[in-house]
């Protein structure tokens, strides 16, 4: 079901109005006028939530020159770690900013280790990964030390790449350090922004400067009717069998697979007819993994997944049958949901299962996986070829369940409905209720809800529960914003 198009055929004004048409719009907001909610709060609201894809930025650099330090200055919180050493991992490297009104996602390299190459090679991989995804780059040099032989290499990286490119001259902690700044114009990236990430110093104007090469949105654009081939990323952990899978469903050895895990270095998109479609799936098998380099190796696994979800629309996000779900299989279905993209859980190694292992699958599936219980699941064998027919439907249903758009006044007469069946928990003697809503946006869907009080976390669960059960959006991971009406006669700050 999708409503963007209008009764004269044209598109809806999906960045004026999210995803409703202009009599949509107008009659949703006489309804918010009823309600008593403030207009510039209503239509601020249905365009934060009715945006298409996020532009990204990269921030990239050599180590301890205070790249994750400075992406926690962007993002308002301490979430990427930070400690002064190189080598640390974490869950996440992709975060989401605002400055100045406009919102755009961060991809922190601040994690790697250094491999047998040497440093030139670890910092070009981590860089390389980052950019592959990026609509512009920020790259951070430590002032103090000034330009070394790796930030050189990086900046030849930068320029094979062509994104557009902001110098963060950090560590320039007051007037005194802008003199070694100003050595960092011989890198011929244009302006050094002399900034202190750990003090907020110079950050303003630097993100000023990001705003001017940063694009509003990506500027592919995803299944448009005129669009290419739908794009699909093949992720997962290394040697889960993502390069036998793009093999067999091409029919031929597309790329080499290898009992090693991180066979495959650089990334394979691969134009494959299936199911009588033209798609363009994205492996994302190279990983160059060390025993002695666990951690190191799953922070690029990370990068590596975040650059491919990123240029996708669908994730088929692939596991091991053979062994337990394991916290890095998590993180990336995590990853997955967090960039918003349809979801298709695919099981390899099906064939090598006995009874009993399927058993305990299935529990690991409930515990482990519960958080993609609407994700379509289908269980192959990369090796055999075994159920790859059923590939096809699961990714067809995750596009439809991700493009789903529920009209507004359908969807109010559901929330009314359920509303009056299960009532918000009394809370404070104050019983919160959902008023009315909208859908402004799909891909994924977005849903803007307008209450009379806060809504708590578990009744957002239920909503998103009882949307499901009520409208499918199978494969998609849906997004629910709440905004509460001030009280009547209270003034704006």
Partial sequence: MNDDIQPDGSAAHEYEHGALGDAEYAEFMELAAVEGFDIEDVEGAIEAAGHGPLPVLAVVGRPNVGKSTLVNRMIGRREAVVEDRPGVTRDRVTYEAEWAGRRFKVVDTGGWEQDVLGIDASVAAQAEYAIEAADAVVFVVDAKVGATDTDEAVVRLLRKAGKPVVLCANKVDGPSGEADASYLWNLGLGEPHPVSALHGRGTGDMLDAVL???????????????????????IGRPNVGKSSLLNKVAGEERVVV???????????????????????????????????????????????TAAAVEKAEVAVILLDASENISVQDQRIVTMAVEAGRAIVLAFNKWDTLDEERRYYLEREIETELGQVAWAPRVNVSARTGRHMEKLVPAIETALAGWETRVPTGRLNAFLGELVSAHPHPIRGGKQPRILFGTQAGTKPPRFVLFASGFIE????????RRLREEFGFEGTPIHISVRVREKRGAKKK
Avoid: C
């Avoid at 500027?219 to 009717?225: D, I, L, N, R, V």
């Avoid at 976390?457 to 998103?464: K, P, T």
């Fill in 258 to 304: 290898n009992e090693l895990a991180g066979t495959t270095r650089d990334p394979v998109d691969e134009m494959i007819e299936l199911g009588g479609k033209t798609w363009k799936f994205v492996d994302t098998a190279g990983i160059r993994k060390r025993v002695h380099l666990q951690q190191g190796a799953d922070y690029y696994a990370s990068l590596r």
């Fill in 457 to 464: 976390a578990g009744y957002r669960r239920f909503i998103e």
């Fill in 212 to 234: 001017e090469v940063l694009p509003d949105a990506p500027e592919q654009s995803f299944g448009t009717a005129v669009g290419g081939p739908r794009r699909i990323a093949l």
